[in-house]
């Protein structure tokens, strides 16, 4: 069935988007699924070829805000512990690779946290899933030269963080 | 399997205290790099830094920007990982009972009934509920605090309006079993029935009452003419003037009218 290859392709990526913004692995299983039953009903206006990503990724984005403004008003957002994160599962080879993997997930995730909303949706947009810098100005509804500049700060705050919690790991 | 972890060999090659390259040639970190991707990767990129810092030691903003560039290019390539992640057991199947082809309801009734479940389960089902009967309320029945209000003051004059009628009915019913039940008044002659419960009269108390009577009768037409007449004298004496009782009394010439 198309529909179900579909989902278990795109699952892994929409579910990592949505955890991008969820910032918990179970409010982002919900958020994922939201947004694979919206993509279910909205079937018959699917995009094709290139035109198709960026629109599969506003319907994520909206339902992710629309998700985060419900949150907001039902419980304060929790965020995700360490060890969470460290759980994740990898579908990398060998016991070892994996524990590196997600080590630096958790490293990566931990410090995308202590970033605003606009400079991580900016970076999750561009770094994290490659999308052009010109349609993630488009998803954004902000100038290109902003996603820009902005892009190149969130970066170097991103490695300082990244650089900050290594050292504060070690010296823990 | 390496004796140290990845963050214990960043932090000891970060560690101000130590030079890098010693800590980075010790046997445990040595070997630890030697397994480890992820770690190679970013000692490439350290060392980029260092080697920039190392060539021109005096500028320290060259070296910042040289080594955060090099931090940068390790985080974007480290970043990518973080796209695809595995949902967890049984998340597919959740997805696809969710998004489960259900079939179109077929006829009104079906789809009336699939339409008023979607109504129902709204959240503010119940308020809006509750709103359209209060509409539908009053829209029926009129306002009920503008009824209380009204009520409470004309209570009385309702009961009166309402009530009156039957309680007058109620109270002529009273007085006329009331008088139904109460002896009526007899004549003196009649008081003393000839039955047994009557008391006996004496024959000379019924002799004397004969006479009286007998004397009342005779004597009230006499009374009676001297009553009339007293009256006619008491009137003349009242009228003006000694004019005889009954002769109308001409009106007086008015001055005012008169022209002589």
């Known amino acids: 069935m198309a529909w179900e290859a579909f989902v278990r392709q795109m699952q892994g990526r929409l579910f990592a988007l949505a955890y991008s913004y969820a910032g ?3 409010d982002a299983r919900d958020l994922a699924q939201d947004i ?20 599969l990724f506003r319907v994520a984005r909206n339902r992710s805000v629309d998700y985060l403004r419900r949150r907001s008003v039902r419980r304060p957002a929790s965020t995700a512990g360490e060890t969470e ?7 990398s080879p060998g016991a070892e690779a994996r524990a590196i993997d997600a080590d630096r997930r958790t490293l990566l995730h931990a410090a995308l946290r202590g970033l605003s909303a606009i400079n991580r949706e900016i970076v999750v947009l561009r770094d994290v899933h490659g999308l052009p810098i010109q349609q993630v100005a488009a998803l954004l509804g902000i100038p290109l030269g902003t996603v820009k ?8 705050e991103l490695t300082e963080r990244v650089l900050a919690l290594s050292r504060g790991r070690g010296d823990a | ?7 214990q060999l960043r932090a000891g090659i970060l560690d101000p205290g130590t030079l890098p390259g010693d800590w980075a040639r010790r046997p445990e970190a040595a070997g630890h790099i030697r397994t480890c991707p992820a770690c190679q990767d970013w000692l490439d990129a350290f060392t980029a830094g260092e080697q920039a810092w190392a060539a021109e030691p005096a500028n320290d903003f060259a070296t910042q920007i040289i080594a955060r560039t090099a931090g940068v290019e390790a985080v974007l390539r480290d970043l990518p990982l ?16 969710a998004t489960s082809r259900k079939p179109a309801p077929q006829g009104w009734r079906a789809r009336v009934s699939g339409a008023w479940r979607a109504l129902v389960r ?15 309320w009053v829209l029926v029945f009129g306002n009920p605090v503008g009824a209380i209000e009204w009520s409470a003051t004309n209570i009385g004059a309702v009961a009166r309006e309402r009530l009156g009628p039957p309680v007058k009915e109620l109270r002529a019913d009273i007085e006329t079993w009331r008088a139904r039940i109460a002896p009526e008044p007899r004549p003196a002659q009649q008081a003393a029935p000839a039955g047994a419960m009557a008391e006996p009269v004496p024959p000379v108390v019924r002799a004397w009452q004969s006479a009286a009577a007998w004397l009342r009768n005779l004597t009230t037409p006499v009374v009676e003419a001297f009553r009339l007449t007293w009256e006619s004298v008491a009137a003349w004496f009242e009228s003006p003037a000694g004019q005889p009782p009954g002769t109308p009394t001409e009106p007086r010439a008015d001055a005012a009218r008169s022209p002589q």
């Open chain 1, 24 to 26: 918990d692995r179970e």
């Open chain 1, 36 to 55: 694979f039953v919206r993509l279910y009903e909205a079937r018959s206006q699917w995009p094709a070829g290139d035109e198709f990503l960026p629109w």
């Open chain 1, 85 to 91: 994160l460290a759980q994740l599962p990898d579908p």
């Open chain 1, 149 to 156: 500049s902005r892009a190149s700060r969130a970066r170097v």
């Open chain 2, 1 to 7: 399997m390496s004796a140290i972890t990845c963050d």
């Open chain 2, 82 to 97: 973080l796209a695809d992640m595995d949902p967890g057991a049984g998340f597919t199947e959740r997805v696809l009972r």
């Open chain 2, 122 to 136: 709204r959240p503010r089902f119940a308020w809006e509920a509750a709103y359209v009967a209060t509409v539908c």
